[in-house]
């Protein structure tokens, strides 16, 4: 069974602040991994996608990758109130045939921006 | 833009009744997803197509059944609702040339009593 580790949390930031999510995930062979915010009561959105080692900037957000350790972050700058939400690492698993894949998602982990 | 959407936001249900859930695409996806989301318990996959026509189990299948007739449309049926069906259901699509980046739906909360 594929796994992605998460922090549940909350994890809490001043306003301000660099927020620092982390995830772990199990199989050695994945080569694609995401970013998914949700806020309370609404559906995952896509904010960051990472295939490389090493890290990718989009705007206040920057995702990291590791392979060798098998792990991935997301760093937010300047965090914000706004982005208080719950912060899925999902990372591709299974082969579906005609090379379409699955992906497995963490349990996420749950950030408060604290004005 | 991508965009995904779901028949109903919120839908009440009986025990026993049978429940169809829509999910429409206008980006020409390859792939559909219906998953459903529980505290504690994250998402949780429970169909997908790769095709039309095309289905294949996901980790909790059972007591759901899906259809796929048209590229853009994903059908999840309930058979027979039952009280632990309760739950938010997403669809979510994507496309095998760009990544396997998932688009989500805005859900639907199914309440069965």
């Known amino acids: 069974q594929k796994e992605v580790e998460q922090n549940s949390g909350p994890l809490s930031v001043p306003e301000g602040a660099i927020a620092s999510l982390n995830c772990t995930y199990s199989?050695?062979?994945?080569?694609?991994f995401f970013w998914y915010r949700q806020y309370s009561g609404k559906s995952p959105e896509l904010i960051m996608s990472i295939y490389s080692n090493g890290d990718k900037e989009d705007g206040r957000f920057t995702a990291q990758l590791n392979k060798a350790s098998q792990y991935v972050s997301l760093l937010i700058r300047d965090s914000q109130p706004s982005d208080s939400a719950t912060y899925l690492c999902a990372v591709i698993s299974a082969y579906s045939g005609a090379g379409s894949y699955q992906l497995t998602f963490g349990k996420g982990t749950k950030l408060s921006v604290i004005p | 833009d991508v965009k995904v959407t779901q028949s109903s936001r919120y839908l009440v249900k009986r025990t026993g009744e049978k429940v169809f859930l829509e999910c429409v695409q206008d980006?020409?996806?390859?792939?559909m997803f219906w998953y459903r989301q529980d505290p504690g318990l994250g998402l949780r996959l429970i169909y997908f197509?790769?095709?039309?026509?095309?289905?294949e189990k996901g980790d909790i299948p059972e007591g759901y059944s899906v259809s796929r007739e048209k590229k853009e449309r994903f059908s999840l049926i309930l058979e027979s609702a039952s009280t632990n069906q309760t739950s938010m259901y997403l669809c979510?699509?994507?496309?095998?040339?760009?990544?396997?980046?998932?688009?989500f739906g805005p859900g639907t909360r199914l309440t069965v009593t």
């Open positions: 980006m020409d996806h390859e792939n």
């Open positions: 197509s790769y095709d039309v026509k095309m289905k």
């Open positions: 199989d050695r062979v994945s080569q694609s």
């Open positions: 979510a699509s994507s496309s095998r040339t760009s990544g396997n980046e998932q688009y």
